[in-house]
C-alpha cells in the first residue's frame, strides 16, 4: 500500500462514502451507541432517545429520505425495523412486540419468561432473540409464538452479546460474545451450533457470518462459515465448510490478518462480518474503523482502509451496494463497496493475483481481465486442454470470448483421435453449465440437435432459458416441431412466421389475439371468406372477433353487414353488431340505424330490446320512430321516446290504451311546460267518465302526472286544468298526493272543497282537524256558507283557530244549542273556552239555566279563574257561589276557587278577616289586591301572610300604617326589604326609623336578638351611621339586654371611628369588651395612632404598641418604649426597624443585646450594601454561637474575611469544618477582583476551570494551563487559547487549540479568534496539527479547506484530493466559489456526484478549469440536458475543431433534434458532420434535414441519394420541391425520387418528362402500379413517336396496362409493331388461364358424377358440399369443398376471390364419402 496519493483518489478498490450524518437528521450523537441504535438493513435505522424531560422516542430515519425522521413517543429498551417492509419490533422488559407501521396494526406480542439481552432480525420473516439461558426465533407469519434453538453455552455466560447470526437455510447459527481481558483487552467468544445435529461448538471469535457460495468444480451450492478473531497473540480470519457436501473440495481457509501499528496498540477487534455472495467477498469491520476485505473463497487479504476516526460499533449489508453501512460514534452513516472499475486492476497490479483476479471478473462480470482471460484461452487450446479453454472461455468477462471467432477456432480445432469428443460439444457443454448462449451460439448448438429430430432436447433448454430466440432459430426449429418453432417466433418477434404459422396450424381466434396485441395486420377478407363458406358458425365468431378488435375494427363493418345480410343471418349479424356498436360513437350512427331497421321489420321484439336498454344515442331517431308506429310493429311506446315533434307526440299519444300508463307518466318528464298542459287537455277532452271505458284511463294518467309533476307545472295552472274541465273527482285525487307534501294554504283549501263537493265529509274533517296550513278563515266562512249536514268540520275549525265567540253566536242563531253542548262535554280540549262561551252567553243574554247546565256540563276542567274573571266583569260573579261552595265541599284546594270564594265573602262582608286569616289555600296577592281599595287591614293581612312586600309598602304608606310596616319590616330580617325602605328614594324613611328606634327596638328582648343583628345590619348597610349610633347607645347604653355585647360594641367603636372621632377615646375607656387588634388596626387605618396605641398598651399587646410608635410615630419614642419593657421581642422589632431606616450599627447593637440572629439576613444584606464589613464580622460571629448551621452565615463571614483582607483568617476558618458556600464566594471574591482569595477558595474546592481563570487575572499563563489541563473543559481551553492569543503566547496557544478543535461546534468560534487578530498561519499551523488525532472530524478537514483557500491556496488541491471522503463538500464549495478556486470546485463538485455544476464551473471559467478529456468525463454523467445543450455551445464558441467528440459524448443523453437546433443556430452543421452522420441511423427527423440540407449545398448527391433512400423521417415533400429546379440534374432525378417514394407519381413522372429522363419516368409509373398513370405515359411516348420508349413502357408497365388501351394507342399512333411483343404476352397468358379453368372444371363434373340410382333426381342442381380435410395431422377437421368461383367484375376489373385450401382425396364408394 505504497500508491501515490491521486491513485490512492482515483484507483481504489472501493467506494467510500458518507451517506448521513444524524446530528443532521436532528438525532442528538450521544444515542449513537450499541445499545440505543439498531440498523438491519440500507433502509432504515433506529434509535431510542431519551429527553430531558426522561421522555423516550422511538426515532426511524429512512436512508432514503434522511431528512424527514419518523418519532414515535414509545416507552421501548429497543427497537428493530425489518430488513424490507414496515415493520417495527419494540422490546420493553421481557415484552416483545411487533407492528406494522403502514397498517397500524399489531401483528404480534410475546412475554418472555426471562429478560432478553439481545436481539436480531436473521431474515425478513424471522426475529432471533436471546436470554442469559437460550435463543429463540420467532416468525413474524402466522400466529405461534417463538422456538426456542439451543441453550447457551456457559462460555457466554459473564460475555456482552454483540451478534447472533444464521445461515440462509436457519441450519446453522452462531452466538457471538465479548469480554475484557486483563491490560483492557477485548476478547471474544462464539457458540456455533448445528440443528441438524443438535450440538454446539465453543469457538474463539470476534466477528462471524455465513454465506452460500458455488463451488466452481462441482457446480454444488456449499455454505460456508468466515469468523475471525485477535487475541494478544495473533489475528487470524477462517473460512470453512459447514455441513458437508457430498463430492466437495472445498478446503479450509486461514490466514493472519494485520492490523496497523497504532490499532494493535490500541486494541483493536472485529466487530462485525458481512458477506457479498456476489462478489464472493467478506468485509470485516474493527472497532477503531479500518474495514478489511478478503476473497470469500481463499481468504485471501484484498483490502484494508480505516474509514473513520470513531468508533464503529454497528454495521450492515447493503444490498443495493453489495457493499455494507456502518455507523460510528460520531453519528456518521458510512458506506462501503466494491468500485467494479478498478478491484481487479487493483488485484492483479498491487497484489499481483492474476488468478484471483480472473476468477473475481469472471464470478462477478467485472471488467480488466479481459486481455487475460484472451491469454489464458490461447494458451490452453494451444496445450490442448480444450475443457479449461472452454471453461475460459464461457465464463469470460464481459463475455469477451463469446464471439463468431471462438465458435470457429473450436470448430476447426483438429481432432488427436476418433474417440475424441469434438472441442465445439465441448464448449457447448462449458457453456450450458455457465448461462444462456447469444444468438449464433444458439443456433449452432440446434442445427446438429434438428438434423437428429431430438425436439425434447430442444424443448429443454428453452423452458431452461438457455437459448436465444431468433427468427432463424425458429425456421430451423419449424423443421421438427411446430409449436416450438411458435413459442421461439414469440420470443424473437417474428410477427410474420407467427401469423403463418398459427395459420398453418389453423388457429384463427389465436391470430386475431396476437395480431391484436402486436398490431400486425394480414389480410383478414380472404380468411373471414373462407370459413363462412365452410363454418358459418364460427365465420360469426371470427368476425364478430375481427369487428370488436380492442386495438379497433380489422375488417370494414359495411362489408360484414353485407355479407351476413346477404345470407339472411339476422340472429348473428344482430350479435356482431351489437358487440361492434358498443362504444357508442357518433361515427357509428348509421350502423345502428341499420341495426334497429332490420330488426323492426325482421324481430320488433329484438330491436325493441336494443332501444329499451338504451345501448345507441347516434341513430336517425325519426326514421326509426316511424317504424315503430306502424301498425305491424305496434311500438308506439318506443315511437313516443324517439319522436321531440308535438305534432306527432299528440298522434301517438292518443294511443294511450296501447302504450305502458307509467311509462307515459315518466314520458311528460321530457316536455316542456307548454307541450305538457296541451297532451294534458287533449287526453281530459278525450275522457270517457265512465269507469268501465278505456279512456277513463285518461284521467288516470293525467292525475299520476299532476302528482308526479306538480312541482315543475305548477299547482295553480293543475288546479285551473281540472276545473275546467269540472273533473273534481280528479281534483280531489290530485290533492290528496299532494296535500302532505304541500304548505299552500290554496292547496289545502281547494282539497277541502273538492272533498266536500265530492261528499268526502270524513276528509273536509280529517283536514280540518289535521292541516296546519289551509286559511282558518276563508274555510270557517266557507263551512257556514255550505250548511254541511255535519257541522263537525265548522266545531272543528274554529276550536282549532279560537274562533270560540263565532262558534257560540252561530250554533246559538242557527238554533243548535246541542252541538254547543256536544263540544263543552265532548269535544273541547282547551278548558279555557268555556268561559269564553259562558261570556258570550251572557252577552246574548241567554237563559241562566242554560249557562248552569253549561258550567256543571264543563265540570273540574273549566278554569275557574277565567270563568271567575268573565262573571266578575259581567258583575254576576254570586251566580258562581253555590257551585264554589260544593267544590270546596268535595276537598277542592285550588287557589281559584278559595280566591273567588274570599272575594264573594268580602263583597257579601262574611267574616272576611276570619277566612283570611285561617285559608291556606288563596292567594294572597290576589285578594290582597282586591281587598286594598275596600278595606286597607283586610289587605295587609292578605299581602303579610303572602309576603307580598312591595304590595304591604304600597298600601302602608298610602294609608299612614307606619308602626305596622316597621314591625313588619323588623321581623321579615330581609336586606333587600330593609335596603327598600331605608333608600333615599323612599319619601316615608324618616317616619319609619323613627317608628323602629323609638317603638319597635325598645320592644324587643334577648330573644329578638336576631331581628336586632338585622336591623343594625341594614342601617350599616344603608350607611345611616348617625342613625346607627343612636339605636347601639340606645341598646348598649341606655338598655341592659345588650349592654355585654361583643359584636355591638365593637360596631358602636367602628361606627364612631367613621362617623364621629370624637366619641371614640370615650368609647374606648368605657367600654372593655371589644377586638382590641381589630379596632386597634381600623383605627390605625382611620389616622387615630394614639388612640390605636391606647387600646393596644391597655390591652398589654407590647411589640403591637412598638409597632404603632415605629410606623405612625417616632423612632425616638419606641427606642424609650423599648428600654422601659425590655423585652427581647421588643428589642428586635426595635433593631429591625432601626435596620429598615438605615441606622444599622445601632440596629446591630440591638441584635446583640436580644441575642437574635432572626434578621441575619437583612443585616449581611445592609453591611454588604454599605460596606460595613467590620460590624458585619461581629454580628456573625455572634451568629455563629448560636446553633443555625446555616450555610448563609459561614459563606457571609468568609466573604467579610475576605473584603477586609483577613487572608490568615480565611485559610483557618477553610482548614474547621464550615457550612460555607466556598464555590460561591470564590466566584464572588473573582467577579469582584479579589483574585487572592478566590485563587486561595478555588483551589480548596478543586475547582481548576474557574482556577485557571484566576491565573490568566494574576497573569500566570503557565499556572492557567497546567489547570485547564486538569479541568479538561472546552470552556475552559477556549478561554486560556483567547488569553494566550492576547498575550501573543502561541505555544501555549496551540497546546490549548489542540484540545479544542476536537469539537466541532466550537471550531468556528476559534478560527474567528485567530482570524480577527490576524493569526492565520499559527491557525493553519494549530488545524494541521490536529489532523494527525484520531478523533479529528469532518469539520476540521473542512475549515482547513476553506483556510487553504484563503491564505495557502497553493496546498488547497492537494488537500481535497487527500481527504475528499471527510470534507463536508458543500460548506468547501461554498468558499471555493467564494475565492474563485476554480479547478478544486470542479473536483469538488465532480466528487460529490453534481457534475452539472462541474460542467457549469468549467465552461464558465474555462481558462482555470477547462481539460478536454475530464470535462468529457464529467459530462457523460450529466443528465441535465440544459447543461448539456450549454456544453454544445461552449465548444462551439472556444473548442470548434473539438465539437464532434463532444457530441459523441452527449448524444446520448441529449435529443439529436435539440443538438441540431445548437447547431444550425451557430451556423455549424458542417463542422459536425462526422457526428451528424454516425447518428443519423437513428433516423432523426432533425438530422436526417440537416444531412440533407447539407448535402444539398456541397453538391453531394450520391450521399443525399444514400441518405433518402436509407432514412425516411424528414419532410420529403419540401426537399422534393426544392430540389425539383435545382440546377444538376442528379438533384432533380433525387426530387423525382422523393415524389416517388411519397406517391406522387404525376409529379415524379412531370419532373422526369422535362429532364427528358425517360428510363426513370417509366420506372416511375411501373412503380405507381395504376392503369390510369402507366396508360397516360405510353400514350404520351406514342404521341411523341418515341417507339423505343413506348415499348419499353409497355414492357415494364404490363400488369398494369390494359390490353384493349394498349392496342387502341398503337393503332391509333401506328405502333403496333412496337405493342406486338405485349399483345402476344396477352394472348398467351389469356389461353393458359382457359385451358387451366378447363381441366379444373373436368375434375369437378368427375367428382360430382353419381355413383348410385336416383341420385340426381334427390339432388336436383344443387352443388353438393363434400367434406375435405383441410388442417394437416387433424383428421376431424373438414371444411365443404366449393367449386372455384368465377371472377367478379370491379371497377372494370376481373377480381378473383381467394380460394379454399382442400387436398383431394379418394373414396371407395358414395357411402364412405
Known sequence: RKESTSSMVSNLPIRFQELLQLSNSGINTQFCTFNSLTIESEKWICIKEITDQQASNVIIVDLDNPSSPTKFSISADSALMNPKEKILALKAGTQLQIFHIEQKKKLKEFLSPEPIIFWKWLNINTLGFVTKTATYHWSIQGQGNPTKQFDVNTTLAESQIINYRADSALKWMVLIGIYPQEEGRIAGSMQLYSQERNQSQSIEGHAAAFANWTDPATGKVLSLFAFSYRNASQAKLFVLEVGKTEGSTFQKRAIDVYYPQDAAAAGDFPVSMQISENYGIIYMVTKLGYVHLFDLATATAIYMVRISAQPVFVSTFNARTEGIICVNRSGQVLSVSVDDANIVSHIMNSLKNVELAFNLASRANLPGAEELSKDLFSRYLQQGQIKEAAKIAATSPKGCLRTQQTLQRFQSYPLSSANQVSPLLTYFGALLDTGKLNKFESIELVVPVVQQNKSQLLEKWLNEDKLECSEELGDIAKKIDAKLALHIYAKADAKGKIVATLAELGHFQKIIDYCSQTGFKPDWTSMLHNLLASNPQAAASFANSLVNSPSGPLININSVIDVFGSRNMIKDLTSILLDYLKPDKPEDGPIQTKLLEINLLNAPAVADAIIGNDMFHHYDKKHIASLCEKKEVGLYQRALEHYTDISDIKRVMLNTHKINSDFLVEYFQR????????????????????????????????????????????????????????????????????????????????????????????????????????????????????????????????????????????????????????????????????????????????????????????????????????????NRLRILLPWLESRVAEGYTDAATHNAIAKIYVDINQDPEHFLLSNQYYESLAVGKYCQNQDPHLALIAFKRGLCDTEYLQVSNKNGLFKQQARYVVDRQDPTLWATVLSEENEFRKNLVEQVIQTVLPECTAKNTEEVLATVKAFMTAKLPKDLMRILEKLIIEGNEFKSNKSLQNLLLLTAIKADTTKVMDYINRLDNYEASEIANISIGAGLYEEAFVILKKFKQDVQALKVLIDYMTLDRAEEFAAKIKDPAVLTRLGKAQLDKGHISKAIASFIEANDPEYYVDVIEACNKNGLFEDLVQFLQMCRRKPLKEPTIDSELLYAFAKTDRLNEIEEFISTPTNAHIQNIGDRCYSEG????????????????????????????????????????????????????????????????????????????????????????????????????????????????????????????????????????????????????????????????????????????????????????????????????????????????????????????????????????????????????????????????????????????????????????????????????????????????????????????????????????????????????????????????????????????????????????????????????????????????????????????????????????????????????????????????????????????????????????????????
Request: with cysteine; aromatic share 10%.
Open 1234 to 1713: 479579589l483574585f487572592q482569595a478566590a485563587r486561595i477558595l478555588y483551589t480548596t474546592t478543586n475547582n481548576y476551570p474557574r482556577l485557571a481563570s484566576t491565573y490568566l487575572k494574576l497573569v500566570q499563563f503557565t499556572n492557567a494551563y497546567e489547570a485547564a489541563k486538569k479541568a479538561n473543559s472546552t470552556r475552559t481551553w477556549k478561554e486560556v487559547n483567547l488569553a494566550c492569543l492576547e498575550a501573543r503566547e502561541f505555544r501555549l496557544a496551540q497546546l490549548c487549540g489542540l484540545n479544542i478543535i476536537l469539537h466541532s461546534e466550537e471550531l468556528s468560534e476559534l478560527i474567528s479568534n485567530y482570524e480577527t487578530r490576524d493569526y492565520s498561519a499559527q491557525l493553519i499551523s494549530l488545524l494541521e496539527a490536529g489532523l494527525s488525532n484520531e478523533r479529528a472530524h469532518v469539520s476540521l478537514f473542512t475549515e482547513l479547506a476553506i483556510l487553504y483557500c484563503k491564505y495557502s491556496p497553493d496546498v488547497l488541491f492537494d488537500h481535497v484530493k487527500l481527504y475528499s471522503s471527510r470534507l463536508n463538500v458543500s460548506k468547501v464549495i461554498r468558499a471555493c466559489l467564494k475565492y474563485e478556486k476554480w479547478p478544486e470546485l470542479v473536483f469538488l463538485y465532480n466528487h460529490s456526484e453534481d457534475y452539472d455544476s462541474a460542467a457549469n464551473t468549467i465552461m464558465q471559467h474555462p481558462v482555470q478549469a477547462w481539460d478536454n478529456s475530464s470535462f468529457k468525463e464529467t459530462l457523460s454523467h450529466v443528465v441535465n440536458t440544459d447543461v448539456l445543450s450549454r456544453a454544445v455551445q461552449f465548444y462551439l464558441h472556444e473548442h470548434p475543431l473539438l465539437i464532434n467528440e463532444l457530441l459523441t459524448v452527449v448524444s446520448p443523453r441529449l435529443d439529436l433534434t435539440r443538438i441540431v437546433d445548437i447547431l444550425r443556430e451557430k451556423d455549424a452543421i458542417p463542422l459536425a458532420k462526422p457526428f451528424l452522420q454516425s447518428v443519423q441511423r437513428a433516423d432523426v427527423a432533425a438530422v436526417n434535414e440537416a444531412l440533407n440540407t447539407l448535402y444539398v449545398e456541397e453538391g453531394l448527391f450520391d450521399l443525399l441519394r444514400e441518405s433518402i433512400t436509407s432514412y425516411k423521417d424528414f419532410d420529403s415533400i419540401a426537399l422534393a420541391r426544392k430540389l425539383e429546379n435545382h440546377e444538376l440534374v442528379e438533384f432533380r432525378r433525387v426530387a423525382a425520387l422523393l415524389y416517388q417514394s411519397n406517391e406522387k407519381w404525376a409529379d415524379a413522372i412531370r419532373l422526369s418528362k422535362k429532364d427528358q429522363l425517360w428510363s426513370d419516368a417509366i420506372k416511375a409509373a411501373a412503380a405507381s402500379a395504376k392503369s390510369a398513370i402507366c396508360e397516360e405515359l405510353i400514350k404520351f411516348f406514342a404521341e411523341r413517336q418515341q417507339p423505343d420508349c413506348f415499348a419499353s413502357a409497355l414492357f415494364s408497365c404490363y400488369d398494369f396496362v390494359r390490353p384493349d388501351v394498349a392496342m387502341e394507342i398503337a393503332w391509333r399512333f401506328k405502333l403496333i409493331d412496337y405493342a406486338m411483343p405485349f399483345l402476344v404476352q396477352t394472348m398467351r397468358e389469356f389461353s393458359t388461364k382457359m385451358e387451366d379453368m378447363s381441366t379444373r372444371l373436368q375434375a369437378v363434373e368427375q367428382i360430382l358424377k353419381p355413383n348410385v340410382d336416383g341420385f340426381n333426381d334427390g339432388l336436383g342442381s344443387v352443388p353438393v358440399p363434400i367434406a375435405v380435410p383441410v388442417v394437416p395431422n387433424d383428421p376431424t377437421s373438414f371444411v365443404p369443398f366449393v367449386p372455384p368461383i368465377p371472377p367478379v367484375s370491379f371497377n372494370g376489373a376481373a377480381i378473383y376471390p381467394s380460394q379454399p385450401a382442400y387436398q383431394q382425396t379418394e373414396f371407395s364408394n358414395f357411402q364412405e364419402f
Open 671 to 874: 316536455l316542456d311546460v307548454e307541450d305538457t298542459f296541451i297532451c294534458l287537455n287533449l287526453l281530459m277532452a278525450n275522457n270517457n267518465k265512465d269507469p268501465q271505458a278505456a279512456q277513463n284511463l285518461n284521467l288516470n294518467i293525467v292525475i299520476k302526472v299532476a302528482i308526479k309533476y306538480s312541482q315543475a307545472l305548477g299547482i295553480q295552472p293543475l288546479i285551473k286544468l281540472f276545473e275546467t274541465h269540472k273533473s273534481y273527482e280528479g281534483l280531489f285525487y290530485y290533492l290528496g298526493a299532494i296535500l302532505s307534501f304541500s304548505q299552500d294554504p290554496e292547496v289545502h283549501f281547494k282539497y277541502i272543497q273538492a272533498a266536500a263537493k265530492t261528499r268526502q265529509f270524513h276528509e273536509v274533517e280529517r283536514v280540518c282537524r289535521e292541516s296546519n296550513y289551509y286559511d282558518p278563515e276563508k274555510t270557517k266562512n266557507y263551512l257556514k256558507e255550505a250548511r254541511l249536514s255535519e257541522q263537525l268540520p265548522l266545531i272543528i275549525v274554529c276550536d282549532r283557530f279560537n274562533f270560540i265567540t263565532d262558534l257560540t253566536q252561530y250554533l246559538y242563531q242557527n238554533n243548535q244549542l246541542n252541538y254547543l253542548e256536544a263540544y263543552v262535554q265532548k269535544i273541547n280540549k282547551n278548558p279555557a273556552n268555556v268561559p269564553i262561551i259562558i261570556g258570550t252567553l251572557l252577552d246574548l243574554d241567554s237563559n241562566e239555566d242554560f249557562i248552569k247546565t253549561l258550567i256543571s256540563l264543563a265540570k273540574s276542567t273549566c278554569p275557574i279563574d277565567q270563568l271567575a274573571d268573565q262573571l266578575e266583569k259581567r
